[in-house]
C-alpha cells in the first residue's frame, strides 16, 4: 500500500492529503482499505467531494456504479449521481474516457489512483477558462481480497491551462 508520505509529495489539494490520511487509516496491514468501516462523518470537510463505486456486481464494477456522492460531484453532473454508471456518462468525451479508463486499470491492479486533468469552457472576454480537477482515489476490500468498493475525493476549480493531463497509478 502506499505511504502518506508519497501521497503528500503527489497531490496539490489540501484535502487530498486529508483524504488519504483517513483512508490509509483503515487499510488493514498494509493491504486495501475497507470501506465498510469508514465513517464518512469523521472527514465531515471533505464529504461533498467524495463518491463512492460500489462494484460488489459484475455492472458495477466494469462500468463504476455510483453508491454516493458528494453535492461537488452532483453539481457538476447537474443531477442526482446515485445509482448511475461512470462509464457511461464519460462515453463520447475523450477526457472523461479517459477518467474511467484510469479508475478501471487501478482497481484491476489494487492499486490507488491520481488524476489532474483540465476541460476547456467556452471562451470569455478575458480568454479561454478551464474546469481543474484533482482527483485521488482508492480500491477497496471488505474481505482482503477481492476489491468491492472504490473511494475517491475530487477537487474542482477553474484556473488557467497549466499542461497536459496527469493518470497516475500510485
Known amino acids: 500500500m502506499i505511504s502518506q508520505q508519497q ?10 492529503n486529508e483524504f488519504a490520511s483517513f483512508v490509509l487509516a483503515h487499510a488493514v496491514q498494509g493491504g486495501l482499505a475497507d470501506y465498510e468501516t469508514m465513517n464518512l462523518m469523521r472527514i465531515p470537510r471533505l464529504v461533498p467531494h467524495l463518491f463512492v463505486y460500489d462494484l460488489r456486481t459484475r455492472d458495477g464494477r466494469s462500468r463504476l456504479l455510483m453508491n454516493f456522492a458528494g453535492s461537488q460531484i452532483n453539481d457538476l453532473w447537474g443531477e442526482n449521481s446515485l445509482g448511475k454508471y461512470d462509464i457511461d456518462r464519460f462515453a463520447g468525451n475523450p477526457v472523461l474516457e479517459a477518467v474511467g479508463r484510469h479508475r478501471l486499470a487501478c482497481i484491476d491492479a489494487r492499486r490507488p489512483g491520481y488524476s489532474q486533468r483540465f476541460i476547456q469552457l ?3 472576454t478575458n480568454g479561454k477558462k478551464f474546469k481543474y480537477t484533482e482527483s485521488l482515489f482508492f480500491p477497496c476490500s471488505s474481505d482482503r481480497k477481492t476489491v468491492n468498493w472504490s473511494i475517491g475525493c475530487a477537487y474542482y476549480d477553474l484556473k ?5 493531463d496527469i493518470f497516475r497509478q500510485l
Do not use: K, N, S, Y
Open 122 to 124: 467556452e471562451t470569455e
Open 7 to 16: 501521497i503528500d509529495e503527489t497531490v496539490t489539494w489540501q484535502g487530498l
Open 160 to 164: 488557467p491551462f497549466d499542461g497536459a
